[in-house]
């Protein structure tokens, strides 16, 4: 094959040219010109390595088909493998690299596969698994362990880079009345009339220009059709592919933002990812030209026929010098006029015996003549060619291309999607789309239809039908007919070789011969399905859009059966691949989860804390002095909350209105406590459990008035309780006049504790001596105010077990009420506490949190069964009675010491008995920390049957993960201050 | 009384932060925003309605998920049986329904410009053509898993309400996605 850029042809601007570096070379191009076109315009044949066999491969189409020519673009962190170079735009500076080769794709040593071929038959991946014979014989797979690392590094295509992708991508949605896909000629008459009455359509093309096939006519004028389109008022969405269609007539397309930019604004994303809702949705998607199977049928220089007229009237490239067109239709020879006036010298070959055409006097036609092998290895040097009727004696016809029309396969991908399957229509030798039942319509060459004026019709059919089914009007409406050639197509999809193995390719992009087929088919693989997963025909990126239909009719043949009877595999999205970068969007690095901040965090930061993620929310975890680990960082802030005062924020804890006359009830329906007589301005602890009398959640509710609760939920399960009230409320109990509203961000909280925090509060409030333990006592409410007048929200209550208090305040003035309460409390030597240190002072305490009440435990387990009320019923009071639920060797909450104080746990840990560590033992710790309090570690849990079965024995602590054991104790619970002395102080 | 703290004041730069020139969204914060919430029990509504009528001079009843804009003041109906009053508050007889204030729950971004229904589109999935989304309409949504309310105040301008622990994580990505139109940040 040898290819020239034509003067006089073309839509590429020549006035700019744009240099570019293939395989480490540079050549130059034209602003218009594909990747591909451009390859072709140096006269580079060989582009890429074939899959298995490391073949030599040329282009061999124009557009998303393209088998041969996938290539790497870009070096380092953007680059892109498999890049199909047909629709890579150029540009200048772009860098492509030949893959799948080593040194490289002129060159490969991996091409010895290709003399060794017969090894490497469909399914030796699977023969291989089974061990290498006889030495594993049913020894399974251990041999593959070490042939799999081969068998990937000499199979594949590109190698993705290893560096974090550096571009942005987002995604973005969009709605309009009609979607076209495809900018075609049935396309565009589709939205041209739509618009026309006043339908708001989206067009999508995924190509850079309008036009679709078009674009393969001399006159055809892009941009012109472009301004036509946008001038009318339809929104063009060039370079964006419709990759999939889904439930209500939603489309997934991706744009290509800057895949085409040399030095694109980082402002921009690379791609686009558009999720389109439109009422209806016609598919203009085109069809694509096949190939035929025959021996030696990929050498560089096969091309489709089509693909050769796109690149002359698109590209201005004649493809070849001396061109054999092979075909079994009518649609190769307006292409072959054109290339034979553009100087190359064309023979066609035409598989039928009898064709009612005026044939074009100055090339020579062959009909009844089949392609039989292409003689060459890296280029084309001949063909030989046989009579249909007698494979046996064959000519050579000195050519330096052969271009390939095994027929038209309408694009029913998108369609298919809807698991709407297609029709084969033999007739043509195509699937075509079948009956559809929703708001979708199929027109053009995507229906099988041929001819360009019926192409339009369908388009305006197509139209007329989405405006019947929107109800805009009621028209009749009438499709032309599938097909449209004067001549019948000739059922070609393979010309046998007598050689073995075969050459003779069916998936260019996987290696599949017509040889893999008939092996799958004796070896049992006879299902449609089975021989696409035993085959991997129609598994690689092009997901079959060449060789699916060669594949079927192969099998076909073998099973004695029509092609419509052996099926068609499922298409499904994508289209044509999508970058995962493109599917996370903006969802990346620091917004990969949406971040939840406190009111208090930057206060937090600017005061030492490092943070941790508690769910979505960052809340501190420690605020280390200087030098101080995280270990060092929390005992000391224990000991000082303990010893004076400590400030932690808790504003992530939920937060909900209860408001309405019947508020009351609603609280003293879903507590296990009862609160019908909570007196205003007094709150309570409560547990909630669920329908099957589990622990929910626990928390605190404060009556604020008469009709008002302010309810505090655990961090964990604060969305789950809200939601839970509202179900209530709408499904069970409709009677009652309750609002419930999350508060949880108009309120930022903070916890006071240790023994000087009523001290520290009455210098913030403005009454110093408000308070007191008589007009604050334990689980009282104060509606105040700081010292400034700013509101505030005070309740005496303890997750420490020392004296301490909550203050609430919106969460607008939470740096104020900061600032206020840490000037007071540095007067005490008091601290600033994270996470780490609220956890060791409420195991300390023994009291529980989502760790303890994890959706596995009663409220006796957790040791609180007395605030089960036996007067009241409550949500889950019935189903807590279950017996299985009361069994005595229930676990219980307890506490555990090591034996060796010294020796330290992880949460987690099994507790076995000494002589039976095994399975889940006999129960569980799920908190652990220092106490700085006892001197040692310590850690509460699960035992089974509580602490008076266990009580003076010495188990184990189990901690399989990290392969440790330890010997512990169970204790109580609670470890300090178990009468509450300091709390009521 | 202390200062407001806006949630996204550590990164809410004012300037203009063009693109290629061009200008094409206006963000500003209202720092001193107030929602009173006002929710009717069902068989209150039209008591609450004519409440609405004579404080706030409502004319014709708000449909749901619609709004009307007075000019210091705006009354939202959120839900069938939920109002947001934006700007200022009303006394509501607890025999009628609840008050709830909710000023500090939520960041409201004004977002102004020829680009704004455009920039929304890169994260709400919400029908915003004009004819679809007219003035004075509201939708709730989510913009990356948080939930967000919506006003639509002109043709090209909107109110967004995030919640505020949110805020400045929406914020951020709000313009991350803008940059590529050009912005500029306000003062309010």
């Given amino acids: 094959m040898t290819s020239v850029r034509k003067e006089k042809y073309g839509k590429i601007n020549r006035d700019k040219v744009l240099g570019f570096t293939w395989d480490n070379k540079e050549y130059f191009g034209y602003e218009g010109d594909s990747l591909a076109s451009a390859l072709l315009a140096n006269n580079i044949k060989i582009v890429g390595r074939s899959f298995k066999y490391h073949r030599p491969r040329g282009v061999m189409s124009c557009g998303v088909e393209e088998s041969g020519a996938l290539v790497t673009i870009g070096s380092g962190s953007k680059a892109d493998p498999n890049v199909r170079a047909t629709t890579q735009e150029l540009y200048s500076g772009l860098i492509a690299k030949g893959q799948n080769a080593f040194p490289n794709v002129n060159y490969d040593f991996g091409g010895i596969n290709n003399y060794l071929s017969r090894f490497f038959a469909a399914g030796f991946y699977y023969k291989t698994f089974m061990g290498l014979p006889p030495f594993e014989w049913g020894k399974g797979t251990g041999i593959w362990m070490i042939f799999e690392k081969i068998i990937r590094k000499a199979a594949g295509m590109g190698k993705a880079s290893r560096e974090p992708d550096p571009d942005n991508y987002e995604h973005a949605n969009d709605f309009c009345d009609l979607l076209v896909v495809g900018s075609g000629p049935a396309g565009i008459a589709a939205a041209q009339e739509a618009v026309n009455k006043k339908l708001d359509v989206i067009l999508i093309e995924q190509d850079s220009l309008l036009g679709g096939n078009n674009l393969s006519e001399a006159e055809f004028d892009a941009s012109l059709l472009q301004n036509q389109l946008e001038s009318s008022g339809i929104r063009v969405m060039s370079r964006t592919t419709a990759f999939g269609v889904y439930d209500n007539t939603v489309v997934g397309a991706l744009e290509r933002v800057t895949d085409h930019i040399p030095n694109p604004n980082s402002k921009l994303p690379r791609q686009r990812f558009w999720t389109i809702r439109a009422k209806h949705i016609i598919l203009a998607s085109g069809a694509l030209e096949r190939h035929v199977a025959f021996n030696n049928n990929d050498i560089p220089g096969v091309m489709t026929v089509n693909a050769s007229r796109h690149y002359l009237n698109r590209y201005g490239i004649l493809t070849g010098n001396n061109i054999v067109i092979t075909t079994n239709n009518d649609s190769v020879y307006q292409t072959a006029l054109e290339l034979q006036e553009a100087g190359s010298k064309v023979t066609i070959l035409d598989s039928r015996k009898n064709i009612n055409l005026d044939l074009p006097k100055e090339i020579d036609v062959h009909l009844n003549t089949l392609p039989f092998s292409i003689n060459g290895r890296k280029k084309i040097e001949g063909l030989d060619v046989c009579k249909a009727t007698d494979k046996n004696n064959k000519n050579t016809i000195i050519c330096d291309q052969v271009l390939i029309s095994g027929g038209w396969s309408p694009i029913v991908n998108l369609v298919s999607h809807r698991g709407i399957k297609p029709i084969w229509n033999q007739e043509n030798l195509c699937f075509v789309p079948g009956d559809i039942k929703e708001n979708i319509t199929v027109v053009g060459s995507a229906k099988g239809i041929w001819n360009k004026n019926d192409c339009v019709k369908s388009g305006l059919v197509g139209a007329n039908e989405a405006m019947n089914t929107l109800g805009i009007h009621k028209k009749e409406i009438s499709f032309p007919s599938v097909g449209g050639w004067l001549n019948p197509i000739d059922t070609l999809f393979e010309v046998k070789s007598n050689k073995f193995p075969s050459k003779s390719f069916v998936d260019f992009q996987h290696d599949v011969t017509a040889e893999d087929v008939r092996l799958a088919h004796r070896e049992g693989f006879i299902s449609v399905e089975h021989l696409k997963r035993y085959t991997t025909l129609g598994m690689a990126n092009d997901q079959g859009k060449m060789g699916n239909i060669i594949g079927l009719s192969l099998m076909a043949e073998q099973l004695d059966k029509t092609i419509p009877e052996v099926g068609t595999t499922v298409f499904r999205p994508p289209y044509t691949p999508v970058p995962i970068g493109a599917l996370t969007g903006r969802n990346v690095g620091k917004h990969f989860r949406p971040l939840r901040v406190t009111p208090m965090h930057q206060w937090n930061i600017d005061h030492g804390a490092k943070m941790i993620e508690v769910g979505l929310y960052q809340r501190p975890w420690y605020y280390p002095k200087k030098n101080e680990t995280l270990s060092d960082s929390y005992i000391r802030e224990t000991t000082i909350v303990r010893k004076t005062v400590g400030i932690c924020d808790v504003t992530s804890l939920g937060k909900i209105a209860i408001q309405g006359p019947d508020a009351t009830e609603l609280v003293n329906r879903i507590y296990t406590n009862p609160f019908a007589k909570l007196p205003i301005g007094k709150a309570r602890y409560g547990i909630m459990l669920r329908d099957d009398g589990m622990v929910m959640d626990d928390g605190t509710s404060w009556r604020l008035g008469e009709n008002e609760y302010f309810m505090t939920t655990s961090t964990a399960a604060a969305a789950k309780v809200m939601s839970w009230l509202e179900e209530l409320l709408q499904t069970r109990w409709t009677d009652l006049k309750v609002n419930v509203t999350s508060v949880s961000e108009q309120w930022a909280g903070t916890s006071i504790a240790g023994p000087k925090s009523r001290d520290v509060l009455n210098e913030c409030v403005l009454d110093s001596n408000e308070i007191s333990n008589q007009n604050l006592p334990f689980m009282g409410v104060l509606q105040t105010k700081l010292k400034d007048g700013t509101p505030c929200r005070v309740v005496r209550i303890s997750f420490s077990g020392e004296l301490a208090y909550e203050m609430y305040i919106e969460s607008d003035y939470a740096h104020g009420m900061m600032d206020i309460l840490w000037e007071s409390a540095k007067k005490y030597d008091g601290c600033l506490y994270g996470l780490e240190a609220l956890g060791a002072l409420r195991v300390e305490k023994g009291h529980v949190t989502a760790a303890e009440l994890d959706g596995r435990v009663t409220i006796d387990d957790a040791g609180l069964g007395k605030m089960a009320s036996t007067k009241k019923s409550y949500i889950g009071s019935a189903m807590r009675k279950r017996g299985v639920l009361n069994a005595d060797d229930r676990e219980m909450l307890v506490g555990f010491f090591p034996i060796n104080e010294k020796e330290t746990f992880n949460a987690g840990t099994i507790v076995c008995e000494k002589n039976n560590i095994q399975g889940q033992g006999i129960g569980r710790i799920t908190s652990v920390t220092h106490s700085p309090e006892l001197g040692h570690w310590i850690g509460i849990g699960y035992v089974n049957g509580g602490l008076d079965s266990w009580k003076d024995v010495t188990l184990v602590g189990a901690d399989p993960v990290r392969n440790k054991q330890m010997e512990i104790k169970v204790v109580s619970p609670h470890m300090i201050d178990p009468e509450g002395k300091r709390m009521y102080a | ?188």
């Fill in chain 2, 1 to 188: 009384m202390l200062n407001r703290n806006s949630a996204i004041k550590e990164n809410y730069k004012i300037g203009k932060y063009p693109f290629e020139d061009k200008i094409e969204i206006v963000f500003s914060e209202n720092h001193n925003l107030v929602i009173q919430q006002i929710a009717a029990w069902p068989d209150e509504i039209s008591n609450v309605e004519k409440l609405f009528s004579d404080e706030l001079g409502v004319k014709q009843n708000i449909d749901f998920n619609r709004g009307e804009i007075f000019k210091k003041n705006s009354l939202w109906r959120m839900e069938p049986l939920k109002w947001w009053l934006i700007g200022s508050t009303i006394n509501l007889p607890e025999n009628i329904g609840t008050s709830l204030e909710l000023s500090h729950a939520f960041t409201s971004i004004m977002i102004n410009g020829e680009k704004s229904e455009i920039l929304l589109n890169r994260h709400l999935p919400l029908d915003l053509r004009l004819d679809n989304f007219p003035i004075n309409s509201s939708a709730s949504s989510a913009i990356h898993h948080v939930s967000v309310k919506l006003f639509r105040h002109n043709k090209n301008e909107f109110k967004l309400f995030i919640p505020r622990g949110f805020a400045l994580s929406i914020w951020e990505i709000l313009l991350e996605s803008a940059s590529q139109f050009g912005y500029e940040i306000k003062d309010n």
